[in-house]
């Protein structure tokens, strides 16, 4: 299976519990391979720890579905079956997916956090559910209603439409200047639906206006949503032209550094740490993870030498005793080791096992 990629953010007040501490150095190693079991072991146990976690909780027993543990998680942990020896889903994986679906199937009477939090669930739930349906060849009836409720969430009008209001926390990455980070992930929902989703007549009306956001929004964005554009635009054909594609994937190409690996601030535009620490100036596993996977999907054999810099990077620095990558706040410097300062980790780490597992 090789299934959607990306998205992360966190819904709500589930960033509220934030604390700073310094950083140990990241964990590296000589290996010209990568440790599955490891990888599936960690994040097993961060989904568990996330799924218990009472600032996660929701109502009627359900949880937030968080761009950095969660989403990452349901699209990476199936990749990881073979290794583990497994013929299912894992427990996480099965308790992540009965909350989404119980949240879609309910999606009236469950209380949302907000109004962005509301569109931005929307398209979360819809990835989920459709990347989990796109191996069958079959869209099942929760995806079919994921995706209704996307629709029902997009804006209409005014300088948003086509587009889904999303959580403006002023959190780098995710949760600043995302709607349309979150469109990104929109179109990829609908474009890795399976059967004929994508031409059928009644959601026409609403692709073409998230076509058109997608369309005049696009100069003035990050890299980083621009990256995003670009694995949409290879599920939804017309979103971007060849040649367009080419250009972003030269300009996030010319950031790679020396190691062959790839740092977040670099793919953001400048920002600021609330504890006024500095950026980072490692590669790390998230940014390098996401840059090699566009180029799987969207690259071509000029840009091979340096996607293989980077999937080489990405085998060299897992740690091989906790099974992550590294990865480090945008927003303030955090103790990697506490269970707030793993979430960068936690998303790194999925990304890294998708790009790992399409050489395979």
């Known amino acids: 299976m090789k299934p959607a990629i990306f998205g992360l953010f966190i819904i709500g007040a589930c960033l509220g519990a934030g604390i700073s501490a310094k950083n140990p150095p990241a964990t590296s190693t000589t290996s010209a391979t990568w440790n599955q079991k490891a990888a599936a072991a960690y ?24 761009c950095h543990t969660a989403l990452p998680y349901a699209l990476a942990r199936p990749s990881l079956r073979a290794a583990m020896g497994e013929q299912g889903m894992s427990t996480a994986e099965r308790q992540l997916l009965g909350s989404v679906t119980k949240r879609v199937r309910n999606w009236k009477e469950m209380a949302p956090s907000g109004a962005e ?30 995706l209704d409720n996307l629709w029902a969430e997009q804006v209409k009008t005014g300088d948003l439409r086509g587009a889904w209001n999303w959580d403006e926390l002023k959190r780098a990455p995710w949760e600043n200047e995302s709607v349309y980070y979150g469109a990104a992930l929109a179109a990829l929902a609908v474009g890795n639906s399976p ?37 949409a635009s290879v599920k939804m054909p017309g979103l971007l032209t ?33 504890d ?3 950026q980072e100036t490692h590669s790390d ?76």
């Not at 939090?117 to 079919?144: C, F, K, M, Q, W």
């Not at 040649?243 to 400048?270: M, V, Y």
Request: hydrophobic share 40%.
């Open 43 to 66: 994040l097993d146990q961060r989904m568990v720890w996330w799924e218990g976690w009472k600032v996660a909780a929701r109502d009627q027993g359900t949880f937030c579905i968080s």
């Open 285 to 360: 596993g998230y940014a390098t993870a996401l840059v090699a996977l566009v180029l799987e999907w969207a690259g071509t054999e000029a840009e091979r030498p340096q996607l293989q810099r980077a999937l080489n990077w990405l085998r060299q620095n897992q740690d091989q005793t906790g099974g992550q990558w590294p990865a480090y706040s945008m927003n303030v410097q955090r103790d990697l080791s506490t269970d707030i300062g793993k979430f960068m980790g936690d998303a790194a780490t999925a990304y890294a096992v998708l790009a790992l597992s399409q050489q395979q």
């Open 276 to 278: 006024h620490t500095p």
């Open 117 to 146: 939090a509301r569109g931005t669930e929307s398209i979360l739930n819809a990835l989920i559910l459709v990347s989990y349906d796109a191996p069958t060849g079959t869209l099942s009836p929760d995806a079919r209603q994921a």
């Open 242 to 274: 060849s040649a367009e594609q080419k250009a972003i994937l030269t300009e996030a190409l010319s950031t790679q550094q020396a190691d062959g690996g790839f740092r977040l601030p670099l793919l953001i535009r400048p920002w600021e740490r609330l």
């Open 195 to 231: 059967g004929d989703y994508a031409t059928q007549a009644h959601d026409q009306e609403s692709i073409q206006m998230l076509k058109d956001y997608l369309s005049r929004e696009r100069a003035q964005q990050s890299l980083l949503n621009r990256l995003m554009l670009v694995d």
